[in-house]
C-alpha cells in the first residue's frame, strides 16, 4: 500500500455489560511496569496521530508504540521520538494482526482525506472493518482499552442540524464516500459488539474536520488546499456551490478531546469538533484576508455526496469529558500559515 501513486500525480447511556470483563492485563500489575503505561497508536504517523504521539510523550510514565503503513502519514512526524527509550515505531499495516502488549489503544489508521481515501475504496473499508476486528482483537487478547476514532461522517448528508450523537445519519450505503463513512459506521458496531459481548472497554470519538500544522500540504481537504493555494499566489478552490457548511477544530482541542475521552469513564460516541461553522465561501475570504488579499476565489466542480451542512452539538463532550474546544478559527490558520510556509520555502513578505 505503501508506494502508490494517487490520480493526482502525488504519492503519498449505552447497554451494559453482559459478560464479565477479561481480568487486566498482568503487565499493568507486574513490578517492571507498575510505572508505566504502555500505549499504541495506530496511524500515529499521521496528522492528528502524531500530535497525540506528542501530547501522550510529555507524560513520563507513558511508553509509546506506534504503527502506520505511512499511506498518508510520515515519519518526518516522528522524528523528534525516533530514539526515544519510551518511544517505539513499527510498519505495520492494521489490515493484518498485530500481537504485542499494550494497556491503551488509539485506533486513528485509516486515510482521511476524501481524495485518499476515495482512490482505493475496497483498501479503505479493508482498513476500517479488518483492521479494527484486529485491534478489537488484540484489545480483547491483552485486556486493553481501545478508542476509536470515527467520524462525522458516520451522519451522511445530516438531516438534523447541529448533529447530536442520537442522530443515525442519512448516508448512502452504496456512494464513492461509502467506504470511509459505511466503513467507520461498521467500525462503531464492532466496537459494541465486542464490548457486550466480550466485556472490552470502549471508547468512541466522532472527529469532526480537523486542521493544522503538519496536515499533507497535499492532502486535498479544504483548509490545507486553501493555505497552500494562498501562499503559492494561486486562486482558491471552492467547490460548488460554497454555500456547503463545515465546523473546523484545531488540532490541539481534537488531541485534548481524545485523551479526556481515553482517559473518562464514558464509552462515547461523543463528538469531539469545533461547533463554529463556516461556509466554504467564508473559510475562503478568511484565508484570503489572513494571507493574501489580492488573490481570486475560483468555483470548481464538486464530488458526489459531500454533504451539505455539518455542525458538531458538542453538549455531551462538555457535560462528560469537561471538554470544549479554545481555538477559533482565526488564532488557528495563521499556526498553520507558518508551518505551511516553512515546509513550501515560502517566507512572509
Ligand atoms: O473531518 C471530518 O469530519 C471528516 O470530513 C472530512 O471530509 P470533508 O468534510 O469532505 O473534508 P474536505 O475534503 O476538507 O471538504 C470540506 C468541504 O470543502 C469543500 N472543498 C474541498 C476542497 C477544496 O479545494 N475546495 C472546497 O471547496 C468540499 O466540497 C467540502 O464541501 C475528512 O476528509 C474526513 O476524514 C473526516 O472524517
Not at 515505531?89 to 489503544?105: A, C, G, N, S, Y
Not at 479554545?326 to 516553512?342: A, N, Q, S
Request: charged fraction near 25%; include cysteine; charge should be neutral.
Amino acid at each position: 500500500m505503501d508506494a502508490l501513486e494517487l490520480p493526482n500525480g502525488k504519492s503519498n447511556g449505552h447497554v451494559s455489560i453482559k459478560t464479565p470483563p477479561p481480568s487486566p492485563s498482568p503487565f499493568r500489575n507486574s513490578k517492571f511496569f507498575t510505572a508505566n503505561l504502555r500505549i499504541l497508536v495506530t496511524g500515529g504517523a499521521g496528522f492528528i496521530g502524531s500530535h497525540l504521539v506528542d501530547r501522550l510523550m510529555e507524560n513520563e510514565k507513558n511508553e509509546v508504540i506506534v504503527v502506520d503503513n505511512y499511506f498518508t502519514g510520515s515519519k518526518n512526524n516522528l522524528m523528534k521520538w525516533i530514539g526515544h527509550p519510551r518511544f517505539e515505531l513499527i510498519r505495520h499495516d492494521v489490515t493484518e494482526p498485530l500481537l504485542i502488549e499494550v494497556d491503551q489503544i488509539y485506533h486513528l489508521a485509516c486515510p482521511a482525506s476524501p481524495i485518499f481515501y476515495k482512490y482505493n475504496p475496497v483498501k479503505t473499508i479493508k482498513t476500517n472493518v479488518i483492521g479494527t476486528l484486529n485491534m478489537l482483537g488484540l484489545a480483547k487478547r491483552v485486556g486493553a482499552r481501545i478508542l476509536l476514532t470515527s467520524t462525522s461522517e458516520v451522519y451522511g448528508d445530516p438531516i438534523q442540524h447541529p448533529q447530536t450523537e442520537e442522530y443515525w445519519g442519512n448516508v448512502n450505503p452504496i456512494g464513492v464516500r461509502s467506504c470511509y463513512d459505511e466503513g467507520k459506521r461498521v467500525a462503531e458496531t464492532l466496537m459494541f459488539d465486542y464490548h457486550r459481548q466480550h466485556g472490552i472497554e470502549i471508547r468512541i470519538a466522532r472527529i469532526f474536520n480537523t486542521y493544522g500544522p503538519r496536515m499533507n500540504i497535499d492532502d486535498g481537504r479544504v483548509v490545507s488546499n486553501f493555505i497552500a493555494q494562498a501562499i503559492r499566489g494561486e486562486s482558491l478552490t471552492v467547490q460548488e456551490p460554497g454555500t456547503q457548511t463545515r465546523s473546523f477544530c484545531y488540532v490541539s482541542d481534537q488531541v485534548d478531546g481524545l485523551i479526556k475521552l481515553m482517559e473518562g469513564e464514558n464509552t462515547g460516541p461523543i463528538n469531539i469538533g469545533n461547533p463554529d461553522e463556516f461556509t466554504m465561501l467564508e473559510l475562503a475570504e478568511n484565508v484570503k484576508e489572513l494571507i493574501n488579499p489580492d488573490i481570486q476565489v475560483k468555483k470548481v466542480g464538486n464530488t458526489p455526496d459531500d454533504p451539505s451542512q455539518r455542525k458538531p452539538d458538542i453538549t455531551l463532550a462538555k457535560k462528560v469529558l469537561g471538554w470544549s474546544p479554545k481555538v477559533t478559527l482565526r488564532d488557528g490558520l495563521p499556526l498553520m500559515e507558518e508551518d505551511f510556509r516553512k515546509r513550501l520555502g515560502v517566507l512572509k513578505n
